[in-house]
């Protein structure tokens, strides 16, 4: 082959290599723009989001029991979706605002203790990592991380109750290990973990408000981020399972399995 075609394929391989090089910064930008769309579209409130929103407003000046405990109701009676409002509280936590952040503390606590199911949803939401953040940021007010070292130490203790779940327990422990002091336990921490069913007197209020908030809230439809969502979703939750069949007893495990399994129904229905 001469020399002059040995550098005419030579300076084609070049183009070609720069040509492709563009091409794939081009689809690099391309993919960041579109996720950065998609996660402004998943961060737009829905009606989780305005409840949660409402019951941790700034201008609260002490927590909003009728409001918690309300919340707890519409939840135990399937008026809205238990793992939205979980995620509608991790978001309110990680704020930096303080008064928002111990309100938001104070439901989580009091939806936990009242809802049965929500403790497996903590779990899979990882929304202990951002109680740990909070614990770890120098920035927090001291009450609130004593609030924060209060839930983490009274589930930790709790594992007669939430065996199933080592990671409230792994996480208590793996604090302690890094010597992070504990205030101690307050009368609220020491009660039950799982609170009795409160009765319900205010049902048909209760249905009227969640009528209401439909009414004031478009019907949600499922997006490709939504879609996506619900693949991480479930990635957490194998995760979660894969820790309780490691570390529990048979029969607590398929307590989970049947758990999720019947989640996983509710969700694709």
Same mark, same amino acid.
């Given at each position: ?148 070292? %209060?839930?983490?130490? !009274?589930?930790?203790? *709790? /594992? @007669? ?10 996480? $208590? ?64 939750? %194998?995760?979660?399972? !894969?820790?309780?069949? *490691? /570390? @529990? ?10 758990? $999720? ?9």
């Amino acid at each position: 082959m001469s020399d002059d075609l040995m550098e005419k394929v030579s300076a084609f391989g070049e183009r070609l290599r720069i040509g492709g090089a563009e091409v794939g910064r081009k689809v690099s930008a391309g993919m960041t723009s579109m996720s950065f769309k998609m996660k402004e579209l998943f961060l737009s409130p829905n009606q989780a989001d305005k409840l949660v929103e409402e019951a941790t407003a700034e201008t609260l000046e002490d927590p909003d029991w009728a409001t918690n405990l309300q919340l707890c109701d519409m939840i135990n009676n399937d008026d809205i979706n238990s793992v939205d409002l979980i995620r509608g509280i991790k978001k309110r936590i990680v704020l930096t605002s303080p008064r928002v952040q111990f309100l938001a503390l104070v439901l989580l606590e009091t939806v936990v203790k009242n809802c049965d199911k929500a403790f497996a949803e903590v779990a899979s939401e990882r929304v202990l990592d951002e109680m740990v953040k909070l614990i770890e940021d120098p920035q927090t007010v001291v009450n609130n991380r004593n609030k924060t070292l %209060i839930m983490i130490e !009274a589930w930790g203790e *709790s /594992s @007669s109750e939430l065996r199933y779940l080592p990671v409230y327990e792994e996480t $208590y422990k793996s604090l302690k290990s890094r010597g992070i002091h504990f205030p101690g336990r307050d009368n609220e921490s020491l009660a039950p973990i799982f609170t009795p069913p409160r009765s319900v007197s205010a049902s048909e209020s209760n249905a009227s408000v969640a009528q209401q908030i439909h009414h004031d809230i478009p019907a949600q439809t499922f997006s490709g981020e939504q879609t996506k969502e619900a693949f991480d979703v479930a990635r957490n939750s %194998i995760e979660l399972l !894969a820790a309780v069949l *490691s /570390s @529990s007893p048979q029969q607590d495990a398929l307590e989970v399995i049947s758990y $999720y399994c019947c989640s996983c129904h509710m969700w694709m229905s």
